[in-house]
């Protein structure tokens, strides 16, 4: 056996146990580093050489111990899991954002609220009733100042609706231009990856930013990832290639750009002319913000002054003033951004049930609507309050259950987290573990040079002084 | 359960655990400092719905127990002016019996005439009786007064009414024909006359007097009745208010008590998960490496 092929044999352990160390380091430092997979040295050890050399005589030498491969432990399953959690949960909580910030706008249950307005409205039209006369036009005055607030308060709530909308919009345009990014990015991770596989670079933290880039776009439109060859990623958006090799397409946000022409005009991403059918992460919650729950929320509000608007004019039509003038409309327009009050003073109330007397049932039969029975009576249909109440009653459902499952989601985000850590993520014990075991190793390889050294310092210094 | 756990884990799963109790805390110290169990329709959608529908409810009952008042204040006046009309007419009886004494003297005569004309004036102010600027004895009627200067009725019996509770209205005018006020300015002029003249009031005039003060005294007992009917819905509505304002706030409130029981509970969980995260995120090998 030759004692130079064992020095040599040492040397490899001396600098596999290096190396490792080399990694064990870099998961110590990394281990709160967010995306970080953990590494690990695989070491082989290397046989007999294959042919002898001059001096080993008959018997082979070892190779020694080589470090045939650094690897990164994370599991892509995993990781495709997490990812779509993490969709899907974006999806819930940008949806839910949008309705709490209508529900903010509804003041409900309270008193400040639309309901409390219209009892306010219906009651004044009672004192009206009950302080009839042509002399005292207080209660008449107070009526239409009732008129006028609720109509103003169905103005804020359209108002609200629309700003929330375009809050909601602004968000997405900023979710698609961060997915634009992360597309663009990914796609000269791709690229590098490529060139370091090609080339036998290693190329672990580069695949930890590309996951992590994934993930993002998972969270931000949706995008599903598919492996490539030469470890790169083709990532898709509802069946929409946006990453695929170095190439990143963009995409476009297009449709209306405000609440009013939502429903004619849905918004919708674009890639080029191509609709895109976002199916996860953030934007599919905006995007159902925008197209469905806001416009919802905006016709039923519209159905609550409308009905509002034709109960009152039906009965006030049938009225007529204390002057003897039939009565016209009390509230005009179309929807709740254009309800106003007509009449400007208590005189052009149409209070009186016949011309020329002074009396006061017309007005008692408009303040009897507050009653619900009365209202669907005269509207055929629901009245307003009802209307309003069945709003609100859903849009609380609506969030409600998004809440819920908002954190049914965070629940499954956690879980596909914890599931992901614990396969990916540095452990610190095991590290420090690893550290006393490849510097023993180290120790002993180098004790192993040591010992060779002795003996050829015996072999060279000593021979021929045998007992002496 | 998940076979690796790392210190990253550790401390997520502790922060996690920290937030959650947090957010926990920090709802009940929102329900205990806004005293509301509900602020928020999706914090309790069925019980917004209910909390809209009470409140709806209090607020028509207030305006009922306002019309009650209203109701209440026009048929006690009412109720008044013709308890006097009763007296004034009675009065005329009287006098117009002590016209059928064949002692009297011309000028008896006449005083007794002159009495009875400035009765006639008296009634005639009752019926022109108002409530709020409004003639109580003269329905709708456009203009203040009943009765006009030349003592025809000039009330148009349209009833006056108000709704005193969700299902039932109630009438608060009287109409003048029920107070007779379309008969008596006239039968008291032509008393006046007969009682000034020589054989005193004749048996038609004191029939027609004898009616229209029947008529008088079954106005009185149908005004008290109303005025008890207004009465007792009253009392209900007021119950009704006083039950759905109990209903708001069991619906809404919360359950003082309770909430600091839990806000209590919810605090000493706060600081076991506090300690348990301290002494566990402390250890590691590296304390036991030499």
Known sequence: ?468 | MIGRITQRAISDSALRGLQASLDRSARLQEQLSSGRRISQPSDDPSGTASAMTFRSQRASAEQHLRNIDGAQGRLNITDAAVGDLSARLAKVRELALASQNGALSTEGRSALGAEVTAIRGNVVDIYNTRYLDRPVFGGTVAGDAAVDGAGAYVGDDAPVVVRISRDATVRVDVRGTDVAADSVPALLDQIAAEVASPGGITNASLDALDAARSTVLNAIGDIGARASRVESAKVQVDSLRLDLQGRISENEDIDLPETIMNLQAQQVAYESALGAAAKILQTSLADFLK
């Open chain 1, 1 to 468: 056996m030759s004692g130079f092929g064992t020095l040599n044999t040492a040397a490899t352990g001396l600098s596999a146990a290096q190396r490792a160390m080399d990694i064990t380091g870099q998961n110590i430092v990394n281990a709160n580093t967010a995306g970080y997979s953990r590494q690990r040295v695989l070491l082989s050890s290397a046989g007999p050489a294959t042919s002898a050399t001059f001096f080993s005589g008959q018997q082979a030498t070892f190779g020694g111990v080589g470090v045939s491969d650094i690897t990164r432990i994370r599991d892509s399953f995993l990781e495709a899991t997490r990812a779509a959690a993490g969709g899907r949960q974006e999806t819930l909580t940008a949806q839910a954002s949008a309705l709490a910030g209508a529900q903010q706008l509804l003041a409900e249950p309270g008193d400040n609220g639309l309901q409390r307005s219209m009892d306010e409205f219906f009651n004044s039209w009672h004192d009206v009733a009950t302080n009839i006369s042509p002399d005292n036009t207080a209660p008449g005055a107070v009526t239409i100042e009732n008129g006028v607030k609720v109509a103003g308060q169905l103005h804020a709530i359209a108002f609200g609706l629309a700003a929330q909308w375009s809050v909601t919009h602004d968000a997405l345009a900023d979710t698609v231009s961060q997915a634009n990014q992360a597309a663009s990015d990914l796609a000269v991770l791709n690229g590098k990856i490529q060139e370091g596989v090609v080339a036998g670079r290693p190329v672990n933290e580069l695949l930890d930013s590309r996951d992590q880039l994934v993930r993002r776009l998972s969270e931000l439109v949706g995008g599903v990832a598919l492996p490539a060859e030469d470890g790169q990623v083709q990532v898709s958006v509802g069946g929409v290639s946006v990453v695929s090799g170095t190439k990143a397409q963009t995409l476009t946000l297009g449709g209306a750009g405000d609440l009013a022409t939502a429903t004619t005009d849905p918004p919708t991403l674009y890639w080029g002319t191509t609709p895109v059918p976002v199916e996860s992460g953030r934007a599919l919650g905006q995007l159902a913000s925008l197209r469905s729950d806001l416009p919802t929320l905006l016709a039923a509000v519209d159905q609550v002054a409308v009905s509002l608007r034709d109960a009152v004019n039906a009965v006030h039509a049938t009225g007529f003033t204390l002057a003897g003038a039939p009565g016209g409309l009390f509230f005009d327009g179309t929807d709740a951004l254009t309800l106003s009050v007509v009449p400007t003073a208590a005189a052009g109330l149409a209070v009186a049930s016949a011309p020329g007397t002074v009396d006061g049932s017309v007005a008692a039969a408009i303040g009897d609507l507050s009653d619900e029975r009365n209202a669907s009576a005269v509207l055929g249909g629901p009245g307003p309050s009802a209307r309003w109440r069945e709003l609100t009653t859903a849009l609380g459902v609506q969030l409600k259950s998004l809440e819920t499952a908002s954190s049914v989601q965070q629940s499954v985000v956690r879980a596909a987290d914890d599931a992901v850590e614990a396969n990916a993520g540095v452990s610190l014990d095991e590290e420090m573990g690893n550290m006393i075991l490849f510097q023993r190793s180290y120790q002993a390889s180098a004790r192993v040079i040591t010992t060779v050294d002795e003996m050829l310092d015996t072999l060279i210094n000593r021979t021929g002084t045998v007992g002496r």
